[in-house]
């Protein structure tokens, strides 16, 4: 029977917004947004979706347009379900039916004026099921739920009005949205953002924002680890929250030595999607002596521990919670969305234990138990077993076995013992899958069905969410000429750089249509095809930068036209895209072998040719094949490869000192501007060096490319178009106003627009220019003088024809030179050098 006249109460943290006044509720990038506007945004939201109560599905995102309607609603009485923004989403639309459907752009689709559903007075919150995405099984939350517990949370951390929280996680998860909720109740700031803790820009915005408080799940500390997170300087930090999983006792008590060392409190919680979010949480001040520790019950919460049959420790049973956050109940479709409370308290399914101190330990998990054979096999003790051998690994398994992945380059039958030893299986029970890395949910949490995927791949139906790319692992393997790629890998990761970016982008647009900007960073599962297709495609602006420099170069230098300012271009790309695709999340080690590995790809082709030239005429000699002209003073035609030479030796330099390694990670704005300032003491020979050629003079363009790719903000991108104003002019002498334009426009199509509208058939002509534009440059100076006199555009032609040639066939001849040496498998945890010699024409090149 429905009840369409039920009303149901706002969430008091939402309805109560405007009580704030003019304190800075969300900061992003793009900007502040006070809590009087977000409560104005809100309001005119609630507007939109009217006071008859319907069921609002949100596709979540953390951004301000989600966040508005997700505040909306709940002020408006509307119970939300907020999912994921991905394939999941058509599924639980038609399973649930709903009367609104939000995006997070804030774009409504309003299916129906009034609720097709009986909707239970107290629901106001439909989320997925602690460690799922998309499940049709749904955890049913009411006002008071996300009320108490925000207010719980906002308590044992003392979250104050000053604190600024970063959303490191998504907001359809729900300890993600227990920061949101938490810190909105207190008057707290929010950073809002969707970057990883691997992005530059992370930490850009985040310090800018006067960061105070980070939230991880586990997985999140081993991307802290990768960043230099230990040498990061922090000035506003307090404090930094675990959950989602258990995090290894070993890390918990150096995460909080380093907290403090460095000023801030590491923060342990435990919790679950059931319980709203969290259910305990360990005392900072007990972390170091405690860290196997959850802690205590959350304020307004307490724990109880029910005995289990058959379980032989007599102080241990399962972990049972009571308190205003336990959840409604369950939904399994939109019948049960009329329902009240059906559950009283939480089984958790955790077995725990109760230390000296009132502690609670979770020592395993209940229903997570598997029988095979007849033997009852836990399979985190298995995980905890190879841990202790320095293995980190996932279990999981069925009627048929085991199937274990594990990290670290491990020797399978060494494993396959290890498990066989701990369980009493046999091993030909157990399959062991090596890995880079353990595959996750898009919220962090490991993914064990997608282990059992790795054993049964055939009949095992694949987790909700976005299908495998297996199509597109296999274009990363082929273009980056890499084996064992996963979906967890992304183009970084995997050492892709500039000229494989070319091939990549245009290969992975083609598939998918327009890419999000960050796409390079982005793992490959969490790129995806779009509902539809269009025949326009974009270009990235640095791509057709190259393509179109390296025509003006050669066409000058053939006299079709005399347009000068490509190589100027071509020197802030090459900036541009060091910053890009060599500053990486990576240690010092990693990130300075890949800098020698680039230039390397650069100064062999380079060599190789101008040996061939100098043995077939009499123009070049041996200072022009070692590329030293430019070093000696002497003006080169080759001087543009020189100065890339000379900068590439130098940055591997700065990145053999810790201290400038750490300053570059610590200021990855500010490094680069220093480094321009130095070059403009050059750029103006304040010492009164006039004689200098192109190649140090020119130095200054790097840096401004550098710091360009470093601009997250829109005023440090205007600093930096400012700067290109102000010292291009007057660079290149009088008479030479075009070429000034052409430099200065170049520069700030690269700072302000990452990419063009474009079509499939120009996208593959730029690319393949921009791929070969080193080789192009290399063997333009041998070509067009065999043919300008015959025709000055075939002399063009040709010369785009050779570089393109070359290109190719040197890529050829070091992929099979890397395959014969390669051995067997993938390289364990992305190491280097394999991992960035993937192609010859990769690097910071023209």
Not at 37 to 43: F, I, W
Not at 293 to 311: K, Q, W
Not at 817 to 827: A, F, H, L, M, Q
Request: glycine share 10%; net charge positive.
């Amino acid at each position: 029977m429905r009840h369409p006249h039920l009303k149901s109460h706002p969430v008091p943290f939402a309805r109560d917004l405007a009580d704030h006044a003019d304190r800075p509720a969300v900061v992003t990038a793009e900007g502040t947004l006070s809590y009087r506007e977000l409560a104005a945004r809100t309001a005119a939201t609630a507007d939109r979706l009217g006071t008859e109560r319907r069921l609002v599905l949100l596709a979540g995102a953390n951004t301000v347009d989600a966040l508005v309607v997700y505040l909306a609603a709940l002020a408006g009485g509307h119970p939300v379900l907020l999912v994921p923004h991905d394939r999941s989403l058509s599924s639980l639309v038609d399973l649930y039916d709903p009367d609104v459907v939000a995006f997070p752009d804030g774009t409504l689709d309003e299916r129906r004026p009034a609720s097709a559903h009986t909707l239970h007075p107290e629901l106001a919150l439909l989320l997925s099921t602690s460690g799922s995405t998309g499940a049709p099984k749904l955890v049913r939350l009411s006002q008071q739920n996300l009320q108490a517990n925000a207010a719980s949370i906002a308590e044992y951390l003392d979250i104050r009005e000053g604190d600024r929280a970063a959303t490191t996680l998504p907001m359809y998860y729900c300890y993600g949205l227990s920061v949101i909720n938490s810190h909105l109740l207190r008057g707290a700031g929010l950073i809002l953002t969707d970057r990883s803790v691997t992005d530059d820009r992370f930490w850009t915005l985040f310090r800018d924002a006067r960061g105070t408080t980070l939230a991880g799940v586990p997985y999140t500390f081993d991307l802290l680890d990768r960043v230099g997170f230990a040498d990061m300087r922090l000035p506003h930090l307090r404090y930094v929250t675990q959950a989602g999983g258990r995090l290894a006792p070993d890390r918990v008590a150096r995460y909080a030595d380093l907290g403090r060392r460095r000023g801030w409190d590491l923060v342990v919680m435990y919790g679950q999607t059931e319980a709203t979010a969290r259910m305990a949480f360990l005392p900072p001040d007990l972390a170091a002596s405690h860290p196997q520790a959850v802690g205590v019950p959350i304020p307004g919460g307490s724990f109880r521990l029910e005995p289990l049959p058959g379980r032989p420790d007599a102080d241990t049973g399962e972990l049972v919670y009571s308190g205003p956050n336990v959840m409604l109940g369950y939904a399994h479709g939109p019948a049960d969305l009329a329902l009240g409370r059906t559950v009283g308290e939480l089984h958790t399914g955790d077995v725990a234990r109760i230390l000296p101190g009132g502690l609670y330990e979770v020592v395993g998990r209940h229903g997570r138990f598997l029988k095979i054979y007849g033997l009852r096999i836990d399979p985190q003790r298995i995980e905890a077993t190879l841990a202790r051998h320095g293995l980190a690994a996932l279990c999981t398994g069925d009627d048929e076995g085991l199937a274990v992945a594990v990290t670290g380059g491990a020797d399978v039958p060494h494993v396959r013992r290890l498990v066989a030893a701990e369980c009493g299986l046999p091993a030909r029970m157990i399959s062991v899958h090596p890995v880079s890395e353990l595959p996750r949910h898009p919220t962090g949490k490991p993914d064990r069905p997608a282990v059992l995927r790795m054993a049964r791949p055939g009949p095992v139906p694949a987790r909700p969410g976005p299908a495998p790319a297996a199509d597109l692992v296999g274009l990363y393997a082929r273009i980056l000429d890499r084996t064992g790629v996963t979906e967890d890998d992304s183009f970084v990761d995997l050492g892709g750089d500039s000229l494989s970016y070319v091939e990549m982008s245009l290969k992975l647009e083609d598939a998918l249509g327009t890419l999000p900007a960050d796409w390079p960073t982005r793992p490959i599962r969490d790129l995806r095809r779009p509902a539809g297709r269009s025949r326009l495609r974009t270009l990235e602006t640095g791509i057709l930068l190259r393509a179109v420099a390296i025509v003006l170069i050669a066409g000058s230098h053939i006299s079709i036209f005399t347009v000068r300012g490509g190589a100027h271009i071509l020197l802030a790309v090459a900036g541009f895209n060091f910053a890009r695709f060599h500053l990486t999340s990576h240690g010092r080690g990693e990130r300075r072998r890949h800098v020698l590995g680039a230039l390397n790809r650069i100064a062999v082709p380079s060599v190789i040719w101008l040996v061939a030239a100098a043995l077939l005429t009499a123009d070049y000699h041996l200072v022009d094949v070692l590329l030293l002209k430019s070093a000696f003073g002497y003006d080169s035609n080759y001087w543009f490869i020189e100065v890339i030479v000379y900068i590439l030796l130098a940055m591997a330099a700065w990145l053999s000192v810790p201290a400038l390694d750490r300053s570059e990670r610590r200021a990855p704005f500010g490094f680069p501007l220093a480094l321009l300032s130095a070059a403009l003491v050059v750029r103006y020979d304040f010492f009164g060096l006039s004689d200098l050629p192109d190649a140090i003079t020119a130095l200054w363009m790097f840096p401004l490319g550098w710091a360009a790719a470093k601009a997250a903000t829109t005023a440090r991108r205007s600093l930096v178009t400012v700067t290109a104003l102000a010292t291009v002019p007057g660079y290149f002498g009088s008479g030479e106003t075009l070429r000034e334009i052409i430099v200065m426009g170049g520069v700030a199509l690269l700072i302000w627009v990452p990419a063009l509208p474009s079509t499939a058939l120009f996208n593959r002509l730029a690319g393949m220019l921009a791929g070969a534009s080193l080789y192009i440059y290399l063997v333009h100076w041998q070509i067009y003088p065999l043919l300008e006199g015959h025709s000055r555009f075939l002399a063009l032609l040709a010369s785009l024809a050779g570089g393109v040639a070359y290109a190719a066939a040197a890529a050829r001849i070091l992929r099979h030179v890397r395959r014969s040496d390669r051995p067997g498998g993938r390289e364990g945890n992305h190491s280097l050098p394999q991992k960035t010699a993937v192609r010859l024409s990769h690097g910071v090149t023209v």
